[in-house]
Structure formats: structure tokens, C-alpha cells
């Protein structure tokens, strides 16, 4: 062990044990605003593949029947994007499954066709089930990635796999998907054991898009699990997704794309909830509301909210708290969700300005507003307010919540982005804490050109209505990541008044140095084996004197295969000085006093299997050392089986065992889950979700049946019951009916 310790020490922090760590800090961000700087001015010329990869389209006067038959004249004419390239497992050829896009329009419908061939591997396609934003690793699916801007970091993604079930999100960052977003648009799917066959119609005004502009970046991706293969149309490198708006081809429009005009929806609500908290009778509860969306211009939308109701959202997934500081669980209330880049993504995982989940916590939400989306293909704008109500029984005050986002793209891919949260209370009572808490910031994002280097400085300031509410925050990072080497520095500074009432901020009072790094070794002989390499790391928090509180050093040793199995192994040194009293098992037995000091050591394995088998697991497990010179045991599993494409079962099972001195003793908890998803059709789903958490002795059941009567309309009956002990007894169960429809003015 020691010599391990020695090992990642010498490789990435020698440097430390030379110079004074607030020197050393005060450096780097110096030395990281340079970089950055002279980085963005290395502006390309041009986006990679546009040059080499262009498609036309041409408008069409024939009406297209989109039934997955491509017998129109219309794609009997259209030209082809065909030879695919390889992007996994192999990036420096042509794909082995032949596929072959092409597209069309109308002055309502943007259409797009695709067949994909089994000319070299043929067998089952690989489905896990027809539910909407379907799992991308587990099913033969099509991608198109659109960038109607041109700007290389926005766009749209939709996607079907080989049954028909659809997959559609909003782009940011040039890279990401959020599939949160649900949109309006049709599709069908033909297949056989030769090929399959796809055939798409998106409304414009489903989409926003610059109406000058007769220039899209475009991409078509393909994964065929039973090839083991991923392929585009316009080449991209294999260690960025297959989207990746950098290396998108061109869309060519012979005429611009149509003007959206006019384009108003009403989307109404009724909702009936039955209630049953603890030991009072049952309480129905009926709501009306609904939204109004209201294109501006074909890409700044105005959303307006009254009364929402989010009853059918997901339920969070359980897990087994060991952690410190609170824990994230992503937004899934639809209102929040389009454009959701430009107000949650700011800043970094752990430090958000804005997370929407404050919002709405335990007090209804009278209405609100939000216009968002993209001035111009330079300019992104965000705005959002949003007015709970009082709650006079909780004590609670009405708020308003308030954010700003303004975004500037600059040189070729990068942004600038300003954001402003405000949280303001309406009247006063006891258990508010503040008049306001308001937070003011702004960020430099960097992307070159062929997304290999990224960076971000980051600055935040809070203001509150005392000096404890008042602090500021300083962040950045630089990183790249090639085909074999990745790595990445990172440093945070996070004063111990700064305050997001309204951010997502766990740890307060520190700095922060973070450093990792890769390789990857590709095997050249035919081998199951594709590439394996080390990743090492090590993350330093100091507290705002620079006194070392907490450092983590680590080491991974990881194995890709062919067939998209994945095995790893790591090794891991820990050292906490804990700086508040501490429950290591969090089951308030005893606590550890703040200022002690622990260290220990962790081995970790893990292992993927390959999606293309019906019967799929993940495997993880971890031993050695915990707080107060205690141990640890882990285990985790996640299997799934698909009785493909009505039905997917998949079970989560965690144990964890620790040995701690009196008074905690021996403790074992237990997480279990289990989850079946019945889509019947690509419009009717019924999932059921159960969880038990033994840590809270907490039971939890969650039953949802979505008929899609109509696009975007949709009939829910969601049934929730939970039970917990810890820390105190609490029970409840519901039962929701809830209708809406998108009614198009």
C-alpha cells in the first residue's frame, strides 16, 4: 500500500511538497486564465466536416405518407448521405452495416428517411423496450443531431430505435442530450431481416431555428449492437458521443426554411388527487391549471404556467447516504426542463446558483413564466419568475423566484454566460429566514474547434440581507481528452458566507485542487480485448486558511471490450478531517466530533456486461477501511432482463456492512429495487417502481400507466405509497387522474 501511495503521489502531486499551497493556487488560476485566454483566440477556420459532408434538401410539393415505406418520388430523387464511418470499436474506417439518410421539407414538416442494412451481420435486433427516450447503449437506434444555429453548441436530437419508440432531447455544450425535453412529431418503422427502415416528419414549430439561415450542421449516427458497431454519416473521433455537434456535416437548403409564423399552444390540465397522510381519513383534491407556449420568433419561446401540477413526474431513486454533505437528485418537473442549460447548468455539479428544486419545496406554486431560447445565432436568453403561494398553517411565506441568463457565444464554439437568482419573500414570518438571497454570476466556457480542449472560469457572488448571506465564488478547470490520453485540473474557492438559497452548493469554506489523468492502450492483434489503461487522481480541500481538511487519492485500472463490456479495478487512499460532528452511518446512533482526523485505505471492482444479451448486469464491489479506524463492505448489482419489446424487469441491490467501535457496532443495510416497465405499444407505457432502503427503513411503491392518446397529450394514473421510520414514523399513500391535451391555436 505504501508503495501505491508513493506511486500516485510521485506521478501528480510532487509538485505540492515544493511550494505553498495558497501560492500554489493563486498560480494556477493565474496560469489557467492565460491558458484560456490565448486558447480562445486560436479561433478555427472552419467546422470540421462541414466542407466534406454537405446533404441538399429540396422542397417538396408531394404529400408524404409517413408509414416507414419510402415509395414517394420524393425519395426516389433526394440525394444520399451514405458510406458511414466507423466510430467504435474502431474510428479509422468505414462501417461494416451500410446505412443511407436523406431529406426533404415542406412548409410544415422537416422530413427525414433512413435505411439501415444487415448487409454483413444479420440476427435478432437488439430492443429493451418501446418507451419514450429510450436507454442508447441497450437498443439498435437512430440518432440525428441537428444544429439549426450553426454555432456548433446548440441543437436538437431525435432518435428512434429498430421497434419505433421515440427519443428526442435539446443540445448543449456541442455534446449533451437532455431528454427531458418532449416535443411534438411523428415517425414509423419497417423492418425485416435485411434492414429497417425509418421515416420521420418533424413539424417546424416544433423546433426553433434561425429562418435565414440555409446553412444546419447535421449528423446521422447508427448503433448496431449486434455488429457491435457505432457509425455517422460525417466521421467522429470514438471518444466523444456520436452527436457531437463539432463534427456535424452540413445541411444544405436550397430555399430557406419556411417561417414558423404564428404559433400558440394551449396544453390544459385536469387533475383529481386522493390523499392519504398517516392516520387521517383520505382527502380528495382536485386541480386545474395549464400551460401556454407562445413562439415569439422561430427561436425564442414564451412559457406561461398557472396553477402546475407535476403529480406524474418520476419518483427519485432511492440510495444509501454515507456522504457528508446533502445529495443531488436531478429536476424531472416538466416546466423547468426546455432550455433547461441556460439556468441549471451553470457553474459545476456541486456549485449550481440555480437548481430549480428549491422551488415549489413543500408549498404549491401559484403560476409562472419563462422566454427562453436564441436571440440570434450569437445570443441566448433565459428569463424565468416564478410565485408560490403562502402557506399559513406551515407559517411559510409567499416567495418569488427570479433568474436572468444571458449567453454570448464567442470565437468558434465558446460562450460567455451571465446569470442572475433572486429569491424574494413576500411579507415576513417566523420561519423565514431571509427577506432575500440574491446571486450574481459569470462564466468563460472554452471549446476548440475539434473538442479536445475545454475549459471554464467561473466567478459568484452572493448577496443576502446580512453579512453572512454574502460571499463570493471562484472556479475553473482545464481539460482535454484525445483518443488515448485524458486529463484534467480543476481548482475551487468557495468562501464560507456565500449563499445560493437557491443553488445547489453542499460545501461551503474551501479551496479546492483536483487533478486527474489517463491513457488508454489499443490492442492491435484480434483480441476480445479493445483498449485498457490507468487512471489516476488526487483531490486536495483546504479550508479558506489552507489548512488541509480532506485529500483522496486514487488509481483505476480499466479494460474496454469489443463486444462493450467494461472491467475495472482501483485502489483508493482517504484522509477527513471532519469539520462538523459526524453520524458515519447516519442512523443517528452516536456522531464523530468535528476536528478528528480519519484515514483509510479501499480496493474497488466493477464490471459491465455486454447490452447485446437479453439478460444484462453491472457488478461492483468494494472492502477496506472507514471512519474511526471501522471497515467496510460493499456490494451492487443492477441486472435487467427484456422480454423484448413488451417488457423490461430490472433490479438494483446494494449492501453495505460496516464495523465501526461502540456504540455503532456492526450495521448492514440493505437497498433493493425493483422496476418492470409493460410498454404495450410505442403510446401506452406502465411502469412500476419498488424500493425498500434500509438505512431509513423506508418502503417505497410507485405504480404509473401513460396512454398518449395524442401526440404530446397524454392520460395518467399514478399510484405513490410510502413508509418510513427514520428518523420518525411517517406513511402516506396517493392516488392521481390526471388529463391533459396540446391544443395547437
Known sequence: MKNCRAFISYKYCIFISNIQKKQLISNFRLVLLFICIISANQKGFTQINFENFKLPIHKTTEKILIDGVLNETTWKEAEVGKDFFMITPIDTGKATQFSEARVAFDDEYLYIAMIFFNNSVQGDYVVESLKRDFSFGKNDNFLVALDPFDNQSTGFAFGLNAYGAQWDGTMYDGRSVDLNWDTKWYSEVKFDKEKWVCEIAIPFKSIRYDENNNRWGINFSRLDLKASEKSSW??????FPSVSLAYA??????TPPPPQGSNISLIPYLSNNIIKQQTNDPYNSLKIGGDLKYNLTSA?????TINPDFSQAEVDQQVTNLDRF????????QFFLENADLFSNFGYRTIRPFFSRRIGLGVPIVGGIRLSGNVDENWRIGVMDIQTQQDGDLNLAAENFGVLSVQRKVFDRSNISMIFVNKQAIGKDENT??????NLGLEYNYFSTDNLWNSKILFLQSFGDDTDSQGSVFASHIGYQSTRWNWRVQQEYVAGNYDAE??????????KLQTTGGHLFYTTKETKLLSHGPQLGRTYFFDTDFGKKDQTDQFKYLFNFKNRSRFSVGVSENFVELLSDFDPIRTQVATLKSGSQHQWTSFSAEYDSKPQNRFTYSLGALTGGYYNNGTRTAFSSEMGYRFQPILEVNTVANYNRIELPAPWNTNSFWLLGIKANLTLTNKIFFSNLFQYNEQLDLWNFNSRFQWRYKPASDIFL???SNEMTIPEVSSGWSLTLKVNYWLNL
Open 326 to 333: 446533502e445529495l443531488f437528485f436531478p429536476e424531472r418537473r
Open 234 to 239: 460525417a466521421p467522429v473521433p470514438r471518444q
Open 502 to 511: 437557491v443553488g445547489f452548493v453542499p460545501r461551503k469554506n474551501y479551496n
Open 718 to 720: 399514478v399510484f405513490n
Open 300 to 304: 425564442l419561446n414564451l412559457d406561461v
Open 433 to 438: 429566514s431571509s427577506q432575500y438571497n440574491r
Open 249 to 254: 456535416g452540413a445541411l444544405i437548403w436550397d
